[in-house]
Every structure is written in C-alpha cells, then in structure tokens.
C-alpha cells in the first residue's frame, strides 16, 4: 500500500478541479461549440478551425482594448489619450486601430463584403503589433466561406465577452479557445493529434514534473498546450509565471500560428519558432530543465537519412523509417544537467528491437536516464485509439533535488484507468491523475509527499538489473505483477467441490451434444465409417 500525506495546496486545487472534471463539459462552452458547429456547414473541420478561432482571438482583443479605451476617455481631461497606441502597450494591450475594432465589423456582419472586412482587420492589428506578425488567419474573403455563415457567427461571437477584465479574471477565453481546440481534434480525428495533445495527459506530465522555475521546451508544441497548463500549474501553486521561460518549436504553420494565439490570449511571453525540429533546430544550444512532449507517433517521414552523423545521436543513429528514438535522443541533448523530460510515446518505444532500437534503449538505460514509465489506457488520443506510453528522463538522478534513484527505475501500470466521455474517447479524472503524480513524488522523495511501496498490479520500483533481466524491455506490465485477488471468504473445499460438480455438469452436456450430432449426421447419411 502507498500512504500519503496529502499537499495542502494539492488538496486545495484538486476540490477545485474536481468540480470540473477535467474540463470535459464545462458549461457555456458546450452551447458556444454547438453554436458555431451548426454554422459550419459542409466545411471541413480543419479549414473551420481557424475561421471561428480567429474571429475569437479578434474579439478577445477587442474586448480588452474597448475597456481600457473607455477608460481612457474618461481621463481626457487628465491628459490620456484614447487614441494613442503607446497607452495601450504599456497596459500589454493590444492596440486595434478603427476599422480592425469589433464594432466595425459587427455593423457590417451582413455585408456581402464582411469576408474583406475581417482580413483588412487581421492584417492592420499585424500591422500595428509585430509580436502578432504573420499570426493571424486572413482568408476571410475567399470564396469557399459563406459569407452569410460568417456574418452569423461574428453575431454569435459578438454576444459574448471574452476580454474585458472580468472575463479575463475567469480565463473565459482561454476555456472556450481549449474546449473549441478539442472538439475541432475529436472532429478532424486522425488529424486532430496533430495541434491537440488531450487535456488529462498534458495535465498528468505537468503535475508529474512540476515545472516551477527555470527553462520549459516542447519540441513540437503543437497548439502550445503544455505550456498552458504549465501556467495554470505555477498559479495553482502560488508561483509566479516569470519564473519560467518558454521555448517551443513546431513544423506545421498553421499550427504555429494557433501556439501563438494560444499564448497571446493567456499574455504568455515565450520563443515559439516555426520549422523542422530534425532538420532545423532553432534552438541548438537551448539545454532545459524541463522538457515536455507529445512528439507524432512512429513518424516515418522524418528525413533521417540525411542526419546520420548528427550530434544529438550519442546513444545511436535512429532509424530512417521511425523518429521515435530521434525525439528521445534530441530531448536528452537538450536537457541541463540537472533537467527532466516527460514525453508521450506509442508503446512499441518500450520494447521494440526493430532497427537497433533495442540496442538505443540499452544504452539509455544503461546511462541511468529513464527516471518512470507509465503505461496509458487506450483511447485517450484523438489521433489514435492504440494506447501509448510516458517516459520520464532524469539528467541526474542525485541531483539532491530529491532522494538519491541512481540505479532504480518506478513503473507505473495505469492501462485500468479513464472514464470514457463519448463514445470514442477516454479521459484520465482528476483523482487518478493526482493517485499517478503523487506515486512518483513519494518514490522520488519529495519531502512532503509521503511513503512510498510498491503495489502489486499498479506500481514497482525496479532495478537496472531486474531490467537487465527483461531485456530492457521497460513494459511496466512485465514489472508490476498481477493485482492480488481479493478473498471472497469461501473454503478452498467448497469452492472445488462446486467446481466439480459444474464440470462433470459440462461433461454430460458435451456427450449429449456429441449423440445428437451423430444422429443427424446419421440421417443425412453420413458418419457411418467413423462409429466407434
């Protein structure tokens, strides 16, 4: 058993989230998506992402600059100027010139030039904000969109506010932009895990690590969702945001520009650069305390061939046909002496010898740099239903952060775990996520966050020789064991003599239906050679 001495703040936080319930439904936001979904009509989930984003990007600018215009207005006479740009920056405003302000766009929602309107709007905020350059979508005006669809969902958008400061305070926007980024991924399906790593499992890395303070990377960021939540984790805990500094990467543009947005709408300062992380490092000498991923699964296009000599391959050249442990291996060079990566990876990375993925393993286990592996039920990815893994990495495993684990490895067995939200698709509760994240802080000896003990069927802590033994095969179902069967109170002789009876039950059964069948056999004129 594993005894815990539950984190005030923990306890805090958690009677709090439990009232949401991971976020799977959480109001309002439901309405707006059925909303906006009714309007989308026959086009593709993909293509409308950006036209409902965009547009509540637009009015969460808006919002936050007309509170402080009016505000500024009233203080004409004390030498404000609501027209000034510099007024508004100094606030972290964004400045929105007269025709990008939601009202313009509002009075002319019926227009049949409202398409024209918006992308003029998109690019004068660009224009006026070069954080925001080249960010925002601006094909409003092409033919394919309805312009009669669009002017109805500026009017939707337009009854709600998502960026004055009371709308603000509760995170309105950044709720419907998150509840909108999943419901688009369950649409899009296979696709959808390009952008979207599911909110119970970002949640999970984060509480893991806890990244406090210093340096957070995602080599493939996505739509920056572990960043949120590392926010969301530091402000949980009474932390400051500055504490941490940002870097991210990700190939796909205009998945790049939803991080940006991502970031902007929560006032997140951090580097997200846009290109190929293999082949275009933009951050070569960036070496992070915490790393946190959701790399593609078995990405075979990932020009490999072309980086054979590639310093990042210390434990050995990946294979061209699966980036697997290319990502691994680029995050391990990328981690500070003292830093640590959790990342989700497809199952077969904890066990496969196709390759010399077997022999890469070895040698990172050998090294001593896998700190946990957790084994994910299925259906928890929109991009998938096959069920994946977490790999926790540590640089230095007494680094006196904690207790001294050279030489031990914990295996987490959570296959049993999840509650399904829809037909498709699970997601990982809050009390699971917490009995998960406080396993590994009590093996890794957190001060406060109790004993721990292995548990049969859910958690081990192994040795670099029990995983010698397995192969390096670092399944945690070959380390936890079976769960012990719970004692119903009946009598080993009872039970037999019960057993018994039903299979010489069986047994008679099985005779009579074997005489049954030879008699119709027999009637059909078959079966005679083979009587006994």
């Not at 940002?246 to 846009?274: D, F, V």
């Not at 010898?353 to 090294?367: D, P, T, V, W």
Request: with cysteine.
């Amino acid at each position: 058993m594993i005894r815990f001495k539950r984190r005030p703040q923990l306890a805090k936080r958690n009677a709090q989230n439990n009232k949401s319930n991971n976020g799977a439904n959480i109001g309002y936001e439901a309405e707006l998506w059925r909303m906006a979904d009714a309007l989308r009509g026959s086009m593709d989930a993909a293509e409308y992402k950006h036209v409902v984003l965009g547009l509540i990007f637009l009015k969460y600018i808006s919002d936050a600059f007309e509170e402080l215009h009016a505000k500024l207005e009233a203080e004409i006479d004390q030498g404000a100027d609501p027209e000034d740009p510099d007024e508004y920056r100094a606030k972290n405003v964004f400045w929105v010139p007269k025709e990008a302000r939601w009202s313009a766009l509002k009075n002319n929602a019926k227009q049949p030039n409202i398409g024209t309107l918006v992308d003029d709007a998109m690019h004068a905020i660009e224009r006026d904000n070069p954080s925001l350059k080249n960010v925002l979508p601006k094909d409003y005006a092409r033919p394919s969109l309805d312009k009669q669809r669009l002017g109805q969902l500026i009017d939707m958008v337009s009854n709600i506010m998502v960026g004055d400061a009371e709308a603000r305070s509760k995170d309105v926007l950044g709720r419907v932009y998150e509840y909108f980024l999943s419901q688009f991924a369950s649409a899009e399906g296979k696709k959808g895990g390009e952008f979207y790593t599911p909110r119970s499992v970002v949640k999970l890395l984060v509480e893991m690590l806890e990244p406090y303070k210093g340096r957070v990377y995602d080599p493939c960021c996505g739509s920056a969702g572990m960043f949120v939540q590392s926010e969301k984790f530091i402000k949980a805990h009474g932390g400051r945001v500055k504490d941490i500094a940002i870097y991210g990467q990700e190939s796909n543009y205009t998945t790049w520009r939803l991080a940006k947005m991502n970031l902007a709408i929560r006032g997140i300062e951090g580097k997200i650069e846009q290109g190929d992380t293999f082949q275009n490092d933009r951050f070569p000498d960036l070496k992070a305390d915490f790393i946190l991923a959701n790399p593609p699964f078995n990405m075979k296009d990932w020009g490999g061939d072309r980086l054979k000599d590639d310093k990042r391959w210390k434990f050995g050249i990946p294979p061209k046909n699966n980036a697997n442990y290319a990502w691994i291996q680029h995050m391990i060079h990328h981690l500070s002496p003292s830093g640590v990566a959790g990342f989700v990876l497809a199952n077969g990375s904890m066990s496969s010898n196709q390759s010399g993925e077997g022999e890469i393993r070895k040698q990172i286990i050998e090294a001593d740099l896998v700190d946990c592996m957790v084994a994910l039920p299925g259906q928890l990815f929109y991009s998938t239903p096959i069920p994946a893994c977490l790999w926790f990495l540590a640089r230095d495993k007494k680094n006196h952060r904690f207790r001294d684990r050279r030489g031990e490895v914990l295996f987490i067995d959570a296959r049993n775990m999840g509650q399904m939200i829809d037909r498709t698709h699970r997601e990982l509760t809050d009390e699971e996520i917490r009995k998960v994240a406080d396993t590994y802080h009590a093996w890794r000896g957190e001060s406060d966050a109790g004993t721990y003990e292995d548990v049969p069927g859910f958690c081990k802590s192994a040795t670099l020789e029990d995983i010698r033994k397995h192969g390096y095969v670092l399944t945690p179902g070959r380390y936890v064991g079976a769960p012990p069967q719970e004692d119903d109170g009946i009598p080993f002789e009872e039970k037999m003599t019960e057993l018994t009876a039903k299979l010489f039950e069986q047994f008679t059964e099985a005779q009579r239906l074997e005489a049954e069948i030879r008699k119709n056999l027999k009637h059909l004129g078959f079966g005679e050679d083979y009587e006994t």
